[in-house]
């Protein structure tokens, strides 16, 4: 229960009376889709989407970079083209634009730049409208005659052989070859609520259109019977561990994974970083991400937070937050400082960061892994076998 407006009321009467023309929305959408009066289209390449239900925090561009190493490392795309598209969440600039390794957050989003950093090798891309995007990156030579590009600065790319779009789920113009949606373990779907109220962007019953679904940020281990309690929570009948699938209430076959975090040892955001900070006992964290609290769990093993700095998800640093981030440093002269990768991105966009701040801040880079092998084992050939049949 919950206190709105000065009543007493349950989540059922939130979803039902005061979210119902929210929700009558969604679902007269989704009918008109699945109808197919409002249309979709496919890309002429393959798509992987990877997206999900709520607003944040699922851990979208983790499990991107999970699949674009599985694509890296497998036999039939390792050497193909392979691209990714965002929307470039916060970035200034606007339409199509190749992610550039040297760019800036500002003009990308510090997510796209992330990956691009990560993945030389791949043809990173931002664009909103995604089957625009998708066609640009299927045929580049587009970019050279569309007036929609005509402000696209670097339109020298190589032709995608697939595309992997981060976070296009609710991108219902653009029909994915394989849709993969990731949902929050420390917030299930039957206990949450449709914006505002809640974090759901989306109706739960949408999940169901999806070819897989990856529980995140689970425990390191959980039992075959708390699997199969989530299989129900998800309306996912028949689901056994030995095959990670199950059925929907429809009818359709529907792939069910768990993965967890993993966090890697700390790395320099900057090169004059002095690597000695990091054998400090104390840390003074700063983050702009939608949930810190593993984070701080996974440094709290070897470090006592002195200070933390929570900011929005996806927060635009100013000198005035380094001000306090340098303070901060004062008071705490030995004390180590840490922020997340997708951070760092945006820090460094940051004027005024002071040579002494430079030499104790690091990056902790993160990544994601299923539960057990056999799990990864099934998604990886599952996933591959899926995209061979559309070549």
């Known amino acids: 229960m919950v206190i709105f407006a000065g009543y007493v009321v349950t989540r059922v009467m939130l979803d039902k009376i005061i979210l119902f023309p929210y929700s009558l929305t969604l679902a007269v959408k989704?009918?008109?889709?699945?109808?197919?009066?409002?249309?979709?289209?496919?890309?002429?390449?393959?798509?992987?989407c990877v997206g999900n239900?709520?607003?944040?925090?699922t851990g979208k561009t983790p499990h991107t970079e999970m699949i674009l190493r599985t694509l890296l490392?497998?036999?039939?795309?390792?050497?193909?083209?392979?691209?990714?598209?965002?929307?470039?969440?916060?970035?200034?600039t606007r339409g199509f634009r190749?992610?550039?390794?040297?760019?800036?957050?500002?003009?990308?989003?510090?997510?796209p730049l992330q990956m691009a950093k990560k993945f030389p090798s791949v043809t990173v891309a931002v664009d909103r409208d995604r089957v625009e995007g998708c066609a640009f990156l299927a045929d580049p030579e587009l970019l050279k005659t569309s007036r929609k590009a005509r402000k696209c600065p670097d339109k020298d790319i190589p032709k995608a052989d697939i595309i992997v779009l981060?976070?296009?789920?609710?991108?219902?113009?653009?029909?994915?070859?394989l849709k993969i949606v990731l949902?929050?373990?420390?917030?299930?779907l039957h206990k949450d609520s449709l914006l505002p109220l809640g974090r759901l962007r989306d109706l739960p019953s949408r999940i169901h259109e999806a070819d897989m679904v990856i529980v995140t940020k689970c425990p390191a281990y959980l039992d075959e019977w708390e699997r199969g309690k989530w299989a129900g929570y998800l309306d996912i009948k028949g689901y056994t561990t030995s095959t990670c699938s199950g059925t929907t209430v429809g009818g359709k076959r529907q792939m069910l994974f768990f993965s967890t975090i993993a966090y890697s040892p700390m790395r320099p955001v900057y090169e004059e970083?002095?690597?000695?900070?990091?054998?400090?006992?104390?840390?003074?964290?700063?983050?702009?991400?939608?949930?810190?609290?593993?984070?701080?769990?996974?440094?709290?093993?070897?470090?006592?937070?002195?200070?933390?700095?929570?900011?929005?998800?996806?927060?635009?640093?100013?000198?005035?937050?380094?001000?306090?981030?340098?303070?901060?440093?004062?008071?705490?002269?030995?004390?180590?400082?840490?922020?997340?990768?997708?951070?760092?991105?945006?820090?460094?966009?940051?004027?005024g960061v002071p040579d002494s701040l430079k030499r104790r801040l690091f990056q902790v880079p993160i990544e994601v892994a299923f539960l057990t092998d056999v799990e990864k084992t099934i998604f990886e050939a599952e996933m591959l076998s899926r995209l061979k049949n559309l070549l």
């Open 53 to 57: 239900i709520t607003a944040g925090g």
């Open 30 to 48: 989704n009918a008109l889709y699945r109808h197919g009066i409002l249309k979709s289209t496919k890309a002429s390449v393959p798509t992987v």
């Open 166 to 177: 981060d976070d296009a789920f609710q991108h219902r113009r653009l029909d994915a070859s």
């Open 273 to 351: 970083a002095d690597t000695r900070y990091t054998y400090s006992q104390r840390l003074i964290l700063f983050t702009g991400i939608a949930k810190d609290g593993p984070l701080r769990n996974y440094l709290s093993d070897n470090y006592k937070i002195v200070k933390r700095f929570n900011f929005p998800d996806h927060h635009k640093y100013t000198p005035s937050d380094i001000k306090g981030v340098v303070a901060a440093t004062k008071n705490f002269p030995t004390a180590v400082v840490a922020t997340t990768e997708k951070d760092s991105q945006r820090i460094t966009d940051t004027r």
């Open 98 to 111: 190749k992610v550039t390794r040297d760019g800036a957050a500002g003009d990308f989003g510090d997510e």
């Open 183 to 188: 949902v929050d373990y420390g917030r299930p």
């Open 73 to 92: 490392g497998s036999d039939d795309w390792a050497y193909s083209n392979i691209a990714v598209l965002s929307r470039g969440y916060k970035r200034k």
